[in-house]
Nanobody
Framework: VQLQASGGGLVQAGGSLRLSCAASGIIFSRNDMAWYRQAPGKQREAVARITSGSIIGYADSVKGRFTISRDNAKNTVYLQMNSLKPEDTAVYYC???????????WGQGTQVTVSS
């Protein structure tokens, strides 16, 4: 399984970024996918999840600002991040998950930095 994340960068508060994660080595359409993030000195936390049936869930901290989506034809999951805040600064990871929510594979991470 390979997950290749991209799209991170430096943005001012209030700005937007779109992360992408291209998957290979799995039957993408059958996998639940998720985005996690890890800020310095903090534990990795789940940000958004989309199941194989496109059921979606978000962490409270990003509801109304972030949107997760998937394109099964492109084996890609996206995270549209709007109204970014400095506290969104973290390394963002995509993950393929078992239906239990346990990650089975991780992408390499992409840095998102939001300046105030």
């Amino acid at each position: 399984v390979q997950l290749q994340a991209s799209g991170g960068g430096l943005v001012q508060a209030g700005g937007s970024l779109r992360l992408s994660c291209a998957a290979s080595g799995i039957i993408f359409s059958r996998n639940d996918m998720a985005w996690y993030r890890q800020a310095p000195g903090k534990q990795r936390e789940a940000v958004a999840r989309i199941t194989s049936g496109s059921i979606i869930g978000y962490a409270d901290s990003v509801k109304g600002r972030f949107t997760i989506s998937r394109d099964n034809a492109k084996n890609t999951v996206y995270l549209q991040m709007n109204s970014l805040k400095p506290e969104d600064t973290a390394v963002y990871y995509c993950a393929a998950e078992f239906s239990s929510g346990t990650p089975r594979a991780w992408g390499q991470g992409t840095q998102v930095t939001v300046s105030s």
